[in-house]
């Protein structure tokens, strides 16, 4: 007797790497798309709850940001010995949740608490989605399957902006955030029951204790690498200056050029869901053609990419050189553009320098130090500068704050600079088989 039809094909899904690619996407998606959302609406819960630009800064970024990065470690070590499939499942329900339940916070403490368990839950997405896709990717595969997974973020930027400003005007912020964050459910359900743990099907002898390291030896190989530390500094001082502007571009061009939620929701759309998604394929398909195994040569190229960006965004704030929205516009395509293409390189190589069973637990370290920074400070920074440049700048202090924080991501791409320099003696020479990779051998010293 054969394999019965429906168990055949159950069996064939869950092993098909495109197919957790796929489904992998689709969450990280939805995982991003509150972010987005938040950004886009600060303006309607500032007038509805009363708040002030520190106070929406704290929502936006330290309160999500804090608890996101302390538990995405322990989060990740699970994920280094544990199943990734359940925890994935497990922290989309609690994210999901969440995020419909901010439509129902009646002050600043009660949304204040909710965003920090969507810090947690969303804490349990990106680092073992990674994990999963190293292991079931080549070396020479992964710039380009990274790169599509992090489409995700780019489509997010679509969901958030797009559908979040239209059932913002429509149905008010609070039914946004219900209708947002509800389908996660569903998609938790798919994950935990139509994909499988790839450590199942390795031999006993790969599951043993010493294959899974302390985190003290983990925290040792890590930070041992001196292109790990770099990256590592890079990421933060970049997500500072990213989300220190993302979070508040929304509110800059409500306040400065008078648009409604709706009309900003379907510009932003339009403007990052296309130089989101070209920018992260050209990334990709450019490192997986062109140096699908000389990471050196991508970082400094990421370096490059990385300073033109945020020269293109210090232009959106400029009066002179953007006197009207869509100039603006324009300034902000361009921007995101050459930050996309960073995307999928940037952590392809970092999934490519740490071995199999540290590759969770490296991401969430980066998370921890680029969020507590970057989602932490960037946010919170900004609104707290436009509090202090008011008595100067009056309705244009906003304008001004997020320019003075362009400059810094220079300093994050001469970081990827340095880090391309030590890249080529620290990578596994014998990193290209998947099945290799994941047995979490320590590299020869």
Request: hydrophobic share 50%; net charge positive.
């Amino acid at each position: 007797m054969g394999v019965p039809p429906v168990r055949r094909v159950q069996f064939h899904v869950k092993n098909n790497k495109k197919y957790l690619l796929f489904l992998l996407t689709v969450i990280v998606t939805f995982n991003y798309t509150d972010r987005f959302a938040l950004g886009l609406v600060l303006q309607d819960i500032k007038g509805d709850l009363g708040l002030s630009d520190s106070e929406l800064g704290i929502l936006s970024g330290i309160a999500f940001a804090f608890f996101y990065s302390i538990m995405g470690l322990p989060i990740a070590r699970w994920a280094d010995t544990g199943n990734r499939v359940t925890i994935i499942g497990l922290a989309t329900i609690l994210w999901s949740v969440a995020v419909a339940a901010c439509g129902v916070a009646a002050n600043f403490v009660q949304l204040l608490l909710i965003r920090v368990i969507v810090g947690v839950g969303e804490a349990g997405c990106v680092p073992p989605a990674l994990s999963l896709i190293a292991d079931r990717f080549s070396r020479a595969e992964r710039p380009r399957a990274v790169s599509l997974y992090m489409q995700g973020v780019s489509a997010s930027v679509v969901l958030g902006y797009f559908a979040a400003g239209w059932l913002n005007q429509l149905c008010g912020w609070r039914a946004m955030f219900v209708i947002i964050g509800l389908p996660g459910v569903l998609l938790a359900a798919a994950a935990r029951f139509s994909l499988r743990e790839p450590r199942r099907d390795t031999p006993a002898t790969i599951t043993e204790p010493s294959a899974h390291p302390s985190l003290r030896s983990v925290g040792a190989t890590l930070f041992a690498s001196v292109t790990f530390r770099h990256l590592l500094y890079a990421n933060s001082v970049m997500w500072f200056m990213n989300y220190g502007t993302m979070q508040w571009t929304p509110s800059f061009f409500i306040r400065s050029f008078g648009l409604g939620t709706g009309e900003l929701g379907t510009w932003f759309a339009v403007i990052y869901g296309i130089s989101g998604v070209l920018g992260t394929y050209w990334g990709g398909e450019w490192a997986a053609r062109r140096a699908s195994r000389n990471e050196r040569l991508q970082l400094k190229v990421m370096a490059g990419l990385i300073s033109v960006s945020g020269i293109l965004m210090a232009l959106v704030y400029l009066p002179a050189l953007a006197p009207n929205a869509y100039i603006a516009f324009g300034w902000l395509g361009l921007s995101n553009l050459a930050g996309a293409m960073t995307n999928g390189p940037i952590f392809s190589v970092i999934q490519t320098l740490v071995p199999g069973r540290m590759r969770a637990t490296a991401v969430a370290i980066i998370f921890l130090f680029a969020n507590l920074i970057g989602i932490g400070l960037g946010p919170w920074t900004a609104g707290a500068l436009s509090d202090a440049l008011r008595p100067w700048f009056g309705a244009d202090s906003l304008r001004y704050s997020m320019l003075v924080l362009c400059p810094t991501v220079l300093w994050g791409a001469w970081l990827l600079w340095i880090a391309a320099r030590s890249i080529t003696q620290e990578v596994n020479p014998h990193d290209g088989d998947p099945d290799i990779a994941d047995q979490g051998a320590e590299r020869p010293t």
